[in-house]
């Protein structure tokens, strides 16, 4: 309180007014502290005892005074890991290590080093506390004030329901004002009403899990139309059965429509890679007329650049991935205007050589990051806004870093087709890819547009990079296996414009996905690679071709 | 040239051409001079060649015929296939396959008829692609059959759709890197991963023996040396005129009124076809063939030797697979590390500074009196 403040009235500028208020609130927040503060502290005092009657009184006191504790000291009596310390009766929460226990004070829940196993009782447990405990448990998450840990917990006893977790889901549902938490304690009764020895009610409760996508509902039905082995079936009664089926048969309808979306899904954010990786190729192509093999490396380094940027940065990975998009475009950008004035430019229409001597220069980046960074993967991490899912329903959810790469890569095609469309820079690349001749007889200076083209693919490339970093393996190799298929995307969707992209690319991730349970996963890309060399044959300058007479030569 | 008819077809291949008679020369000393320096000087002998530097030498002529198959559609036809190890290696299966049958009971499970792997993935009868490959006719006539049909089916797809340039190098890279995949499946029958190895013998004679491998050395000199003169009659004949001229300027040969496509079509499944010879020639040499010479990078590589070499000679080819490939050799036993920059910065050196290679810069060397004596003669 004291160093509160100090604090405060050590910075300069803070107004006598705020200060006072800040000092209230704090004062308030003490009082409040100071009220509960006693009662778990003695609740939790009460539990070092080896009286079970008494322990089976502490913990519903615990629970009572709803302190931020009380989970965690709960779930470690439960696991047998709270002690006392024999001299002062303290309560520790603690892990047996080679040195000894490593403690937690149960109070704070801060650390409280190691020491010496004899010096603590463990408080031991036995069946009925057990139980007391995990349904004292399941009733304070289902009291808590937020709904989606309500949610939680109703699931996790749907899946070990018996007559008590069924009194306390009952007593739960005349309180209970969010609807989706209602809906699922009521599943979870029609599940224990299966077992109703009255046909009628087991009938009904079939009726009202029709439309429910809870695995434990599916198993259940499932359970209740199947025979045992001496041929007769689980569920006596006939009405019940067939009832049960045509719940069943819904469920499976939704879940297919679901799991297809979710196939969906999977190829769109496994397109929006292929795009994400092909985009900058497909610029430099339709531009230049120039294959760069070393497409696939520049998308190497913007993987290696977010891995530097997150070595740099290590106590902001959140950010670090926001960081490494501008650097990775200005790095592989860099390089690829290096490689277009070192190389490149000597080979305008030369074609084919330079895809060979692009092809030298993806061999001698591929040899200098294995110097570099040694020829093993590198680990990237995963920002915690990143991972996780996003939960539609339960047989549907959206994991965070594929829905991320789909924007991710709407977002860079939206501002590419920007530049292209409304900048003068745009307007010279287009004006150099439909007539390179007549462009610099205008007066554009073709040669820097070529350096600025090629180093914006190679940029876009190294974004991809920061995209890729998220999703596979961050190690030398990770170019080549992305080129061909980058490089089936533009042959498909032809160099006309980035739309062609966009939709190669998309329309080859979803088929890939779609094909994949069926065929596997190597099976699935090769009957790609032969349905798009036989689309060759209808279009053989893909989806979009450019158009006009420069694109013949 | 084409003063006679009656000309004499020995004068027209190699008379015309200095690198033609060098390399025959070369061929002839070298296909001599090994097997003589192997068995006739006794191990120990400074003068004996190892067994080793016999298959080494066996696998660069192997390789010196695969750089020929390219430089045929590359230098001369303007296809640059980024393929044709696919063909190589189906050879190499082709005939992998015939060894494989050859192991018998000598396999570690010893089936007589199901090789290794497949007792392993718990088969029980031998798939029927695989029928036949026991007779060493057979596996011949498919050394040839499953390329060249291969090359006709893709060529007569990919160029009956005028598919050109580097689209058409990309799909021929797409094509040898599903071969790959297909390949490294354990399902496919072809050994999967590890692909087929461990023979034993061949045509009835051991194929670890040194006199084996001294045929086997000569038979990949004698297919280079026929493989090498083939090509030169065809780039020596009408059709080979009309090929070239599709590479100078394909519009205008097809306005003329040649089948373009017809050209390139055959052109494209003969060279096809002598990749797949190189190939099974190479696989009872090194002893393995699996999924990874299928790899796109090793087309790619091959592209790279004719370039280094000087394509559109033939010659040049050959020397640039035998330079590249000692290099590889050398450089990989040496300084590992260094191998991907030497090879990455050749890239880059021979398509800036050497459009025609070695054999180009060997040219421009030379005096040039005698350039222009050769000119006015």
């Not at chain 1, 009782?121 to 808590?144: E, G, P």
């Not at chain 1, 190729?281 to 913007?302: P, R, Y």
């Not at chain 1, 994949?516 to 890309?525: I, R």
């Not at chain 2, 030797?305 to 450089?331: C, Q």
Request: with cysteine; aromatic share 10%; hydrophobic share 50%.
């Amino acid at each position: 309180m004291k160093l509160l403040g100090c604090m405060m009235s050590s910075i300069p500028g803070v107004r006598p007014g705020s200060l006072l208020l800040v000092l209230l609130l704090a004062a308030l927040s003490h009082c409040v502290a100071a009220s509960e503060a006693p009662s778990f502290e003695q609740a939790l005092g009460a539990l070092a005892t080896s009286n079970f009657k008494q322990k089976e009184r502490a913990a519903g006191e615990l629970v009572g005074v709803r302190h931020a504790n009380t989970r965690a000291v709960l779930d470690a009596l439960l696991e047998g890991n709270l002690y006392y310390r024999k001299a002062d009766k303290r309560v520790f929460i603690a892990v047996t290590q080679e040195a000894g226990l490593e403690l937690r004070d149960a109070l704070t829940l801060q650390s409280a080093g190691t020491a010496d196993a004899a010096d603590f009782s463990k408080i031991t447990t036995n069946n009925q506390l057990r139980k007391t405990l995990r349904s004292a448990l399941a009733s304070f998450d289902l009291t808590d004030p937020d709904a989606q840990v309500r949610l939680g917990a109703v699931n996790e006893m749907l899946r070990s329901l018996d007559a008590d977790s069924v009194s306390i889901l009952r007593a739960r549902e005349r309180d209970e004002k969010d609807e989706s938490v209602r809906q699922a304690i009521r599943t979870g009764l029609a599940i224990a009403d299966l077992n109703h020895e009255d046909a009628a009610r087991r009938l009904s409760a079939v009726e009202q899990l029709k439309g429910s996508l809870n695995p434990e509902v599916f198993n259940r039905l499932t359970a209740l139309v199947s025979t045992s082995d001496d041929g007769s079936y689980t569920e006596p009664d006939a009405k019940v059965r067939s009832a049960a089926r045509a719940a069943l048969a819904g469920i499976e309808n939704s879940r297919s429509f679901y799991s297809m979306l979710e196939t969906l899904f999977f190829g769109l954010s496994l397109g929006s890679v292929l795009v994400l990786a092909a985009i900058g190729l497909a610029i430099t192509f339709g531009v230049m007329g120039v294959i760069n093999m070393a497409h696939g490396e520049l998308m190497m380094l913007g993987a290696y650049t977010t891995y530097v940027v997150q070595l740099i940065m290590p106590q902001h990975i959140g950010a670090s991935v926001l960081v490494a998009i501008p650097v990775a475009f200005v790095v592989a950008g860099g390089v690829g205007v290096l490689i277009e004035r070192g190389v490149v430019r000597f080979l305008y229409g030369r074609p084919l050589e330079t895809l060979l001597a692009t092809f030298g220069v993806s061999l001698v980046l591929q040899q200098i990051v294995r110097d570099i960074f040694t020829a093993n993967n590198r680990p990237v991490e995963t920002p915690s806004w990143m991972s996780g899912s996003l939960q539609i329903n339960e047989a549907f959810s959206i994991t965070y870093n594929r829905l991320y790469v789909v924007l991710f890569m709407l977002i860079v095609f939206v501002i590419l087709q920007w530049v292209l469309k409304k900048t003068s820079l745009g307007l010279k690349v287009r004006a150099v890819a439909q007539n390179r001749a007549m462009a610099k007889s205008m007066g554009v200076r073709t040669e820097w547009v070529d350096a600025l083209t090629f180093g914006l693919g190679s940029g876009i490339a190294g974004v991809a990079g920061v995209a890729l970093s998220q999703l596979t393996n961050v190690g030398p190799n990770l170019g080549q296996a992305y080129i061909i298929d980058s490089f089936m995307v533009v042959v498909f969707g032809g160099v006309g414009n980035l739309w062609g992209t966009l939709i190669g690319g998309m329309s080859l991730g979803v088929v890939n996905q779609f094909l994949e349970p069926h065929a596997g996963a190597v099976l699935a890309k090769i009957l790609v690679l032969i349905a798009l060399i036989l689309f060759i044959q209808r279009r053989p300058r893909g989806l979009f071709p450019q158009l006009g007479r420069a694109a013949e030569g | 040239m084409q003063t006679s008819a009656s000309s004499n077809l020995w004068t027209r291949l190699i008379a015309g051409e200095r690198g033609t008679q060098v390399f025959l020369a070369l061929l002839l000393t070298v296909g001599v001079a090994v097997p003589i320096l192997h068995l006739a000087f006794p191990e120990g002998s400074s003068l004996h060649l190892s067994t080793y530097t016999v298959t080494l030498i066996g696998k660069y002529m192997t390789y010196a015929l695969l750089a020929i198959a390219v430089d045929l559609v590359w230098g001369y036809c303007g296809i640059l296939s980024l393929g044709h190890a696919a063909f190589f290696a189906l050879g190499g299966y082709a005939m992998g396959m015939y060894l494989m049958r050859q192991i018998g009971t000598r396999g570690v499970y010893g089936d007589l008829v199901l090789p290794d792997f497949m007792v392993f993935l718990n088969w029980k009868e031998l798939p029927w692609f695989w029928y036949g490959f026991d007779m060493f006719w057979f596996a011949a006539v498919m050394v040839v059959i499953v390329p060249g049909l291969l090359a006709l089916a893709f060529g007569w797809l990919a160029f009956r759709s005028r598919v050109t340039g580097v689209y058409l190098s990309i799909i021929t890279q797409a094509l040898t890197y599903a071969l790959m995949l297909a390949f490294f499946r354990n399902d496919m029958g072809f050994g999967g991963n590890n692909g087929l190895t461990d023979f034993k013998e061949i045509v009835g004679a051991d194929i670890n023996a040194s006199g084996t491998r001294v045929a086997l050395f000569l038979a990949s000199a004698l297919a280079l040396a026929l493989g090498y003169l083939a090509c030169r009659y065809i780039t020596l004949s009408r059709a080979g005129r009309v090929v070239q001229a599709i590479r100078d300027a394909e519009s205008r040969t097809r306005f003329i009124g040649y089948r373009v496509e017809s050209y390139k079509l055959w052109v494209f499944a003969f060279s096809a076809v002598l990749a797949g010879i190189a190939g099974a020639l190479y696989v009872p040499q090194v002893g393995i063939i699996n999924p990874s010479e299928f790899q796109p990078i090793n087309s790619i590589e091959v592209v790279i030797w004719v370039a280094v070499g000087g394509r559109g000679t033939l010659y040049g080819a050959v020397a640039g697979a035998v330079l590249v490939n000692y290099a590889k050799t050398y450089f990989t036993a040496a300084l590992p590390e260094l191998w991907l920059y030497a090879l990455g910065t050749m890239f880059v050196i021979v398509t800036l500074f050497l459009p025609r290679g070695v054999v180009g810069l060997a040219d421009r060397l030379t005096p040039r009196q005698r350039v222009e004596q050769a000119v006015t003669a």
